[in-house]
């Protein structure tokens, strides 16, 4: 039989300065704990954090449960709208067939998925922010989303990974799996434990790409960047680049390239992309 969830929750109402009275009226501030487990017999596990505002930190451990905690902050322009947001905002936590997904549920924000992140703001009065710490298995798969306010931080995970961020930077080290990491406004650092071996990939629109393999790499690298460097320490044999995706124009087919440079370490093997455009891209060797 399954355990429920185990829940703790303290709850602290701050009083703002006046300068904070001016801009957002009220703060509320609460804590929760729980602990979430995986249905029985469960072979592969995935704990998915959908979020709108604020961070996620996620650490694997030895364990079979997962351990969260959520600070959840309102802050709001009068009693009534504080109110309001807790009516509004709520957290969504269920568990199926081996996937825990944990979900900000407010107006405005669609569940994410890999292709898309959205979530449509409107001035409601009120803003939520959660700030996610999680200890989780360490071979799980972690699918994490944000977009304001925070940044994505995972470790010791060996599991596969999908993290996407917006408004904020990812960081991400003791990884065996392999993944995708992507942000629009800020820096992607990733540090492998165990080189991936499946297709991965690390983007960013404005920020620094910092990727660290360990030193028995064997991959084919695609990558670019528009205003920044391309970097690494390992020996690379470049390769022809990809013809591109053909058009046809006037009755023939035109191939446009797609920017992207391509090299192999050491005897080839998963495809690892690099996309930068504001930025520089270091591809590093580990000790």
């Known amino acids: 039989?399954?355990?429920?969830?185990?829940?703790?929750?303290?709850?602290?109402?701050?009083?703002?300065?006046?300068?904070?009275?001016?801009?957002?009226?009220?703060?509320?501030?609460?804590t929760i704990r729980r602990t979430l487990d995986f249905s029985s017999g469960s072979a592969r596990k995935v704990v998915e954090i959908d979020n709108v505002k604020g961070s996620i930190r996620v650490t694997g451990?030895?364990?079979?449960?997962?351990?969260?905690?959520?600070?959840?902050?309102?802050?709001?322009?009068?009693?009534?709208?504080?109110?309001?947001?807790?009516?509004?905002?709520?957290?969504?936590i269920k568990e199926n067939a081996g996937t825990i997904n944990i979900y900000v549920d407010q107006p405005g924000h669609e569940h994410s998925t890999n292709f898309s992140s959205r979530s449509h703001w409107a001035n409601h009065g009120y803003e939520v922010g959660f700030d996610f710490e999680l200890r989780v298995p360490s071979e799980a798969a972690v699918h994490l989303w944000t977009v304001n306010d925070g940044e994505i931080s995972v470790q010791n995970i060996a599991g596969d990974f999908d993290v996407h961020n917006i408004n904020g930077g990812i960081e991400m080290s003791g990884l065996s799996g392999s993944g995708e990491a992507k942000t629009i406004n800020g820096p992607v650092k990733i540090e492998f434990k165990g080189n991936p071996t499946t297709d991965s990939s690390f983007s960013s629109l404005n920020g620094d790409i910092q990727v660290t393999f360990r030193p028995d790499l064997a991959a084919d690298l695609r990558y670019k960047t528009v205003n920044g460097g391309v970097?690494?320490?390992?020996?690379?044999?470049?390769?022809?680049?990809?013809?591109?995706?053909?058009?046809?124009?006037?009755?023939?087919f035109v191939y446009k390239n797609d920017g992207f440079s391509r090299a192999r370490v050491g005897k080839g093997g998963p495809e690892i992309e690099f996309d930068a455009f504001n930025g520089n891209v270091r591809i590093l060797q580990g000790k």
């Open 61 to 92: 451990y030895n364990g079979s449960s997962v351990e969260m905690i959520a600070n959840k902050t309102i802050r709001a322009s009068s009693q009534d709208r504080l109110d309001t947001a807790k009516q509004d905002v709520k957290l969504d």
């Open 1 to 30: 039989m399954k355990a429920p969830f185990l829940v703790a929750t303290v709850l602290t109402i701050v009083a703002c300065a006046a300068e904070g009275q001016k801009r957002s009226g009220l703060e509320e501030r609460e």
């Open 231 to 252: 970097y690494t320490d390992f020996q690379i044999n470049t390769l022809p680049a990809s013809p591109g995706t053909p058009e046809k124009r006037n009755g023939k």
